[in-house]
């Protein structure tokens, strides 16, 4: 027996190439009547970093311009994803998750705190190249988690996703 899909963790780099993605989380959700929980993890801070007593300052300011730019792009991503499969988008999507951390660390601690029943990641590689790409967090977070894991290349004829026109 297949196991219920009812919570779907969504990571994402923010890149326009990672958007292509959501096509897929959203259609999943639609199909499945789940929720989404979107993850963006942002790099830990340089060691050299980590003394400064502005440090808290830092990483206040970088996680709200994350969350913020999450927020933007949302509504932007549910348009185009609404004019290819309809609505509803913008619903789908339960919470936002902004760690700093080692993506693929956060990832997997995401998907286990939130007791996500997939995992679906956008990939950018081509060619001979797509190991190189792939072997980053996508491939780590693959081989690394029991649960099933959905990794969505860019359609062959493009370099970048500018899906409004797929």
């Not at 990571?11 to 993850?39: E, G, Q, V």
């Not at 998907?111 to 790409?133: M, N, P, Q, R, W």
Request: with cysteine; glycine share 4%.
């Amino acid at each position: 027996m297949i196991p219920q899909i009812k919570k779907i963790l969504y990571a994402t780099d923010l890149s326009k190439n990672s958007s292509y993605a959501f096509l897929y989380a959203i259609d999943m959700a639609r199909r499945h009547d789940a929720k989404i929980i979107i993850l963006h993890a942002l790099e830990p801070l340089p060691k050299e970093v980590r003394f400064v007593d502005a440090l808290q300052r830092i990483e206040s300011k970088e996680s709200k311009g994350a969350f913020e730019q999450v927020q933007k792009l949302l509504p932007e991503f549910c348009k185009k994803t609404e004019a290819h499969i309809g609505p509803p988008c913008v619903d789908l999507v339960s919470k936002f998750l902004i760690p700093r951390g080692h993506p693929t660390e956060e990832i997997l601690n995401a998907a286990d705190k939130e007791s996500c029943d997939v995992i679906v990641l956008g990939t950018h590689g081509k060619g001979f190249l797509t190991h190189t790409f792939l072997g980053s967090v996508s491939e780590s977070v693959l081989h690394r988690t029991q649960k099933p894991v959905f990794i969505i290349p860019l359609p062959s004829d493009k370099t970048t996703t500018d899906w409004i026109e797929i």
